[in-house]
């Protein structure tokens, strides 16, 4: 596929979007749309990664990113292998590094991680980079800290739905993104909050405040420990209300969160229904904004909870779906920028 990349890629693995500048999303969408728009159907495959080994090393559940990322590096022609850990050596008290390096022994230059302490992707990097390995590492979600190719996902679907035939960066400029719920057990959030006030949008953050603690109003204020500084020059303005009402009124666009019950250790709720009366989605609450507003879930969804079930359905309101199939070509966009720097000399 001749492509010449926007701007230049100097990533050598995507472990958190804190990291991007415009011109890093402006390339991933790019070419995210590129693939989006290849014909289906038989010509599916395209040669780029042939003879190229991704593995996907998940040590948390997953139904939709793992089985994303392994069909993305399949119609770029890649190998993939998945490691599952029940069935795996771990069990046999070997260490993540050393399956990470069996796997590369193998030959896989792009290792897609998921684990469920914050951290262990970028751990896993830096050791590997020590190690001279010459392998790109990808974020599948760490814990509550990062979970890059969602956040640019849900990025790439709200810029296709402001703008269609354009979905750059530009397309987000102004709009206002409400992210209502569990912000606080969500690296989906944090990613979405990096990626959004990038590109422009103002962000306004909803929820009770066990879930979404008033810190949060300053998360984009500074970059994270260890990052030298923020290679965005302008971020887009961040808010945080209570009232979902008051969120939703002049909202472009609301995605909402799922409500991570196996991270609650602490009873932070007194119930899913008085949780769903006061922050869950439906057709009625969203009557106080504009009818074309979207609705955005990274998934897997409480139905009843987050949103009804009528919601959740709604094809026309509802962009669950939708966020399922672009993350396809995100992925692909990912997979193939990085497996193209590691052979770039
Ligand atoms: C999310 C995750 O695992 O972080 N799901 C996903 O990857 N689509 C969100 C969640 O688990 O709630």
Redo the contacts with the bound molecule.
């Keep these: 596929m001749p492509w010449q990349p926007l701007s230049d890629w100097t990533h050598r693995h995507v472990l958190d979007l804190a990291a991007f500048s415009l011109d890093d999303y402006a390339t991933v969408l790019e070419l995210a749309q590129r693939f989006r728009s290849l014909p289906s159907g038989g010509a599916r495959r395209l040669p780029a990664l042939q003879g190229r080994l991704m593995t996907t090393l998940f040590f948390e559940p997953?139904t939709?990113?793992r089985s994303s990322f392994e069909l993305a590096a399949k119609r770029l022609s890649a190998d993939v292998l998945s490691f599952a850990p029940s069935a795996s050596s771990l069990s046999k008290g070997e260490s993540l590094l050393d399956t990470a390096r069996t796997y590369v022994a193998m030959g896989a230059e792009l290792l897609v991680v998921r684990h469920r302490c914050a951290g262990v992707p970028a751990g896993l990097a830096a050791a590997l980079d020590r190690a001279g390995e010459r392998v790109a590492v990808l974020n599948a979600?760490d814990g509550l800290h990062s979970?890059p190719s969602?956040g640019l996902l849900d990025l790439f679907t709200l810029a296709r739905h402001f703008n269609p035939v354009a979905p750059t960066p530009a397309a987000l400029r102004g709009r206002r993104i409400v992210i209502v719920g569990d912000v606080l057990h969500s690296?989906?959030a944090r990613s979405n909050l990096w990626a959004l006030t990038a590109c422009g949008a103002e962000v306004v953050l909803c929820g009770p405040p066990t879930l979404l603690p008033a810190a949060f109003a300053a998360f984009v204020a500074a970059p994270p420990p260890g990052q030298a500084r923020d290679p965005v020059a302008a971020r887009g303005p961040l808010r945080l209300v209570r009232s979902l009402e008051e969120a939703l009124a002049g909202a472009d666009a609301v995605m909402t969160?799922?409500l991570?019950k196996e991270r609650m250790h602490q009873h932070l709720l007194s119930g899913l229904e008085s949780y769903h009366r006061l922050y869950g989605l439906s057709h009625e609450r969203l009557r106080s904004c504009a009818e074309a507003v979207p609705v955005l879930h990274?998934?897997?969804v409480n139905r009843g909870v987050e949103m009804t079930g009528d919601l959740l359905d709604d094809a026309d309101r509802c962009l669950v779906q939708e966020q399922v199939l672009n993350g396809i070509p995100v992925r692909m966009a990912l997979l193939y920028l990085l497996a193209s720097g590691l052979t770039a000399v």
């Design positions: 997953s939709r990113t979600g979970h969602q690296r989906v969160l799922r991570q990274p998934g897997p």
